[in-house]
T-cell receptor, first 115, second 114 residues
Framework: GESVGLHLPTLSVQEGDNSIINCAYS??????FIWYKQESGKGPQFIID?????DKRQGQRVTVLLNKTVKHLSLQIAATQPGDSAVYFC??????????????FGQGTILTVHP | NAGVTQTPKFRVLKTGQSMTLLCAQD?????MYWYRQDPGMGLRLIHY???????AKGEVPDGYNVSRLKKQNFLLGLESAAPSQTSVYFC?????????????FGPGTRLTVT
């Protein structure tokens, strides 16, 4: 069945370093991927998304890379700041059809940034 | 523009009690979703709605019911609460699902069933 998983449950970095959070997915039909950031006691917050017809997309300090060959997704955060400390979730969806945009979430990676 | 709001923020129930969680969005979104999040886990879809008057089951629907009488509101009901329903509940909405539009999340409701 569909599943989205993360390789590393925790990641600790120093302020100013670059962070890379990885995610594997198993549904070949997935065509939309999204990264969320969740701070303690809050709901998930959108970071960046990417569609399957792309392999890279950049935002402000963040880049998402998609490798459909190996069903792998990564989130890169440049110059990581203490405010980036949070749990990061990847999620996938199959747009269209009867999926109705339902997102399947991964377990999450805890990112801790040390000053 | 408040986005997605949820009430209540916290609630403690005894086993067998019932309650309704309210989700409201002011973005005129068609799609709304209810998720639960348990410790160390991602979000799991309980029920969702693709428009006013429609609802459908998600991944973990047992023990829950929903209603979407108005486009802006999505209610999640627990008829007879069980300790296994202790969780944080998140509501989300999106403009449309077909184009991969992002889901906007509310702040969550922390429910404890004793």
């Amino acid at each position: 069945g569909e599943s989205v998983g993360l390789h590393l449950p925790t990641l600790s970095v120093q302020e100013g370093d670059n962070s890379i959070i990885n995610c594997a997915y198993s549904n070949s039909a997935s065509d939309y991927f999204i990264w969320y950031k969740q701070e303690s006691g809050k709901g998930p917050q959108f970071i960046i998304d990417i569609r399957s017809n792309m392999d890279k997309r950049q935002g402000q300090r963040v880049t998402v890379l998609l490798n459909k060959t190996v069903k792998h997704l990564s989130l890169q955060i440049a110059a990581t700041q203490p405010g980036d400390s949070a749990v990061y979730f990847c999620a996938e969806s199959s747009a269209g059809g009867t999926s109705y945009g339902k997102l399947t979430f991964g377990q999450g990676t805890i990112l801790t940034v040390h000053p | 523009n408040a986005g997605v709001t949820q009430t209540p923020k916290f609630r403690v129930l005894k086993t067998g009690q019932s309650m309704t969680l309210l989700c409201a969005q002011d973005m005129n979104h068609e799609y709304m979703y209810w998720y639960r999040q348990d410790p160390g886990m991602g979000l799991r879809l309980i029920h969702y709605s693709v428009g006013e008057g429609t609802t459908a089951k998600g991944e973990v629907p047992d023990g829950y019911n929903v209603s979407r009488l108005k486009k802006q509101n999505f209610l999640l009901g627990l008829e007879s609460a069980a300790p296994s329903q202790t969780s944080v509940y998140f509501c989300a909405s999106s403009y449309s699902a077909g184009g991969g539009y992002e889901q906007y999340f509310g702040p969550g409701t922390r429910l404890t069933v004793t």
